[in-house]
């Protein structure tokens, strides 16, 4: 039979112990019982201003719950198997150490309002912690990127050169990324910040308990304006595992570029041992395991979003035990992302740039075509002309299997009278790359000011981060 269950009074048969097992839930949410210890000291200040504990009672059970919190963090304050959930598991404890005055602490308060009110809490929380390390990867990123400012690379649409890009611009892309997905977090944030506590089972408390009082203490911009709204609403659980979701398609997209690159045929990066695994059969191997998991790994945190839809989309607008499964595939996204960020920043971080292997190959594939267009363009043709005749002279390299600074002036001429060999000074990667200086561009220094501003808003978003943890358990 369970121990801890907060309920019992109107039946006259115990529950079967299959019942008893599919509700349980202690085993997973009980990381979710030092949010709910501080929810439950809130709760007692708030009962001792409405009159319904004594100072004195109010002082031992916060005294008692500030300990719990502490022996919970050393590991000695651990539920029973048989503890329905967490919320029962505390209240068992409580009561066992206080006697009748802990029972005191559930006048007011349901564990409707209560499991949200720590969810939310512990969900702010973490959404901090990545925020942490979402910032340690952007600047993995960036400092790579700085590196690289100066190195042409060959840029990729299609997987095909495209055209010569800075090394450093290509790098840098990332931590853009990444900082939309920081920004996701703290919006998320705003909206995760009211307080379902007050809300009791959907309608309020009759009791004088002021939900905006706790809410303040709770660190929560407000309560929540509608009870009903308050244990019914799971958005902010939906949205964070969207978000985190999103971050594991960036790891992922990162991944894939890390295995191609790290590959024989891109040759472009060596990859820190530290950070690869062998084979046990093939002794030459180096894997790039990291940037594997990081694209494997996506799968279930896009899985994990859609679970929560599904198990959101058909309930009505209230607290249904379904509400129950909301934990699980939060906690393992963030699980996922616990060990998968750390892991990639370290990839990122320790990965060395073969700079001569990239920079020669920058304006192979033909990709400083679009500079023969743009040249013509500057003289007088519109730009439909121009691609056909720079597409012409693709063909004839193509056919005679040489570069398009190798076209003689005959050859230009006879493709076009508008070609004269002047057009062989912007067939170089460097000016092609320092051409496109414009805000955004690829030219080196277009790129120092992109880094120069990256730079500025990863202390900016780690400052965010370190002030929300200052303030946790
Ligand atoms: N363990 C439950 C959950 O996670 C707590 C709320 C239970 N409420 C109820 N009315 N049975 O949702």
């Keep these: 039979m369970s121990h801890g269950k907060l309920w019992g009074g109107r039946f006259n048969e115990s529950a079967a112990d299959a019942m008893e097992a599919l509700s349980r839930s202690v085993h997973f949410d009980w990381r979710l019982a030092p949010y709910d210890l501080r929810g439950s000291i809130a709760h007692a200040h708030i009962l001792e201003s409405a009159g319904l504990l004594t100072p004195a009672e109010s002082q031992s059970i916060v005294e008692e719950l500030t300990l719990m919190i502490t022996q919970y963090h050393e590991g000695v304050l651990v539920p029973e198997s048989s503890d329905e959930d967490v919320h029962g598991a505390l209240e068992r404890i409580l009561v066992e150490r206080l006697g009748e005055a802990g029972g005191k602490l559930r006048a007011g308060r349901s564990r409707n309002d209560q499991v949200v009110t720590d969810f939310r809490l512990f969900l702010r929380d973490a959404a901090a912690q990545i925020v942490v390390q979402l910032t340690d990867l952007a600047d993995a990123f960036i400092s790579q990127a700085e590196k690289h400012v100066q190195v042409a690379a060959p840029g990729f649409t299609h997987l095909q050169h495209a055209q010569p890009v800075s090394l450093g611009h290509e790098i840098a892309k990332h931590a853009h990324a990444l900082l939309r997905d920081i920004d996701r977090l703290q919006d998320w944030d705003k909206r995760a910040a009211y307080s379902p506590l007050g809300a009791g089972a959907l309608a309020g408390s009759a009791l004088e308990l002021d939900p905006k009082r706790s809410a303040l203490e709770l660190g929560f911009t407000d309560a929540v304006a509608n009870s009903i709204d308050a244990v019914s609403d799971r958005d902010f659980a939906a949205e964070a595992a969207f978000v985190f979701a999103l971050v594991g398609v960036h790891l992922s997209r990162i991944g ?5 690159y790290a590959s024989k045929e891109f040759g472009w990066v060596n990859l820190a041992d530290a950070y690869s695994t062998g084979s046990s059969i093939m002794p030459q191997k180096k894997n790039p395991d990291v940037a594997e998991l990081a694209r494997g790994k996506s799968g279930r945190l896009i899985g994990n979003v ?142 120092s000011l992109q880094i120069a501003a990256l730079k500025s808003e990863t202390s900016r978003t780690r400052a965010w981060a370190e002030l929300k943890l200052a303030s946790t358990l």
């Design 256 to 260: 894939e570029e890390w295995c191609l």
């Design 306 to 447: 859609v679970t929560i839809l599904t198990m959101l989309k058909g309930l009505p607008f209230a607290y249904n035990r379904d509400l129950q499964e909301d934990k699980e595939p939060l906690f393992d996204s963030l699980d996922t992302l616990n060990v998968l960020l750390p892991a990639i920043t370290g990839m990122i971080q320790t990965s060395t740039f073969n700079v001569d292997v990239i920079s020669r190959s920058a304006p192979t594939g033909y990709s400083l075509a679009t500079e023969i267009a743009d040249w013509l363009v500057v003289r007088g043709m519109a730009f439909s002309i121009a691609h056909e005749v720079a597409g012409a002279c693709v063909r004839q390299c193509e056919a005679s299997g040489i570069d398009l600074g190798q076209l003689s002036d005959a050859e230009l001429a006879q493709i076009n009278p508008k070609l004269t060999p002047e057009v062989r000074q912007v067939l170089h990667v460097d000016g092609a790359i320092a051409g496109r200086s414009r805000f955004g561009g690829t030219a080196p220094a277009a790129v």
